[in-house]
């Protein structure tokens, strides 16, 4: 205790013998806190806080150089950044800025489409018609303005038939989709088929007192379909 109030007292003597009065410092400017550890290269008070003159300039001791003046720290900066803010480097002053987070890459949609496998297909035939080729040359266009993720083709037929028959006849129509949007352009990495047969029917019981082949044919038509699932992003 009575080393560190010879300490107070002798540093307030020289500033003293300097013109300088302890008042007048601390009120010139904010105080400036140093860790305490180490070479200081300023003159301290019992408080660890940097002493200054009338005009606000921090006394300098003689550990003083640039390099001690941009070490010691004073709070999460050098003590220099306070005194000698032309001497320390900048960037030892400033906070770390952050890096700013990339942009969140856009998320994939899905954009699910049903075709009439009538539209696509003559009854009970997987070989594609005109009109079935237009509409899945507007499908490739589709995909192509995307970043095309995955394209699903499921095919599916109506219960005429054995469960057998219907379901290679439903895989034969997804892969007919498949080879000719392949032919289109679009990457057959990116292309799935699947085949339902008539697992999946959409008519539900709706068509069960229909009589007659050709108006039960015609009752069942959306269950003969193919759904496409276009996924990918802009």
């Known amino acids: 205790m009575i080393k560190q109030t010879k300490k107070q007292v002798l540093m307030l003597a020289a500033i003293a013998s300097l013109g300088v009065s302890a008042p007048s410092a601390f009120a010139q400017a904010a105080d400036v806190v140093v860790a305490g550890k180490g070479e200081i290269p300023y003159v301290i ?3 660890n806080v940097v002493a200054r003159s009338g005009a606000g300039l921090c006394w300098r ?3 003083w150089s640039p390099a001690a003046a941009s070490t010691a720290l004073a709070g999460e900066f050098p003590v220099g950044c306070a005194c000698d803010s032309d001497i320390v480097p900048a ?3 400033a906070a770390p800025v ?3 987070a ?3 890459a856009p998320k994939p949609t899905a954009d699910k489409i049903k075709l009439s496998a009538d539209a696509l297909f003559d009854f009970d035939k997987a070989v594609l018609k005109p009109e079935g080729q237009a ?3 507007d499908l490739a266009a589709q995909a192509k303005s995307l970043k095309l993720e995955v394209i699903l083709a499921v095919g599916h037929t109506d219960r005429i038939g054995s ?3 219907n379901q290679r006849l439903s895989e034969r129509r997804a892969a007919a989709v498949k080879t000719y949007l392949v032919a289109q352009g679009v990457d057959a990495n990116r292309i799935y088929t699947e085949g339902k047969g008539k697992t999946q029917p959409v008519t539900g019981n709706q068509c069960d007192n ?3 082949r050709a108006a039960l044919i015609s009752c069942l038509q959306p269950d003969r379909r193919v759904e496409v699932e276009v996924i990918g992003s802009k």
Request: aromatic share 8%; net charge positive; glycine share 8%.
């Open 45 to 47: 008070d019992a408080r």
């Open 61 to 63: 001791t003689g550990y």
């Open 91 to 93: 960037d030892k002053c």
């Open 98 to 100: 952050a890096a700013a």
């Open 102 to 104: 990339p942009a969140p």
């Open 135 to 137: 509409r899945l040359n």
């Open 163 to 165: 469960a057998a028959y």
């Open 210 to 212: 229909v009589r007659g």
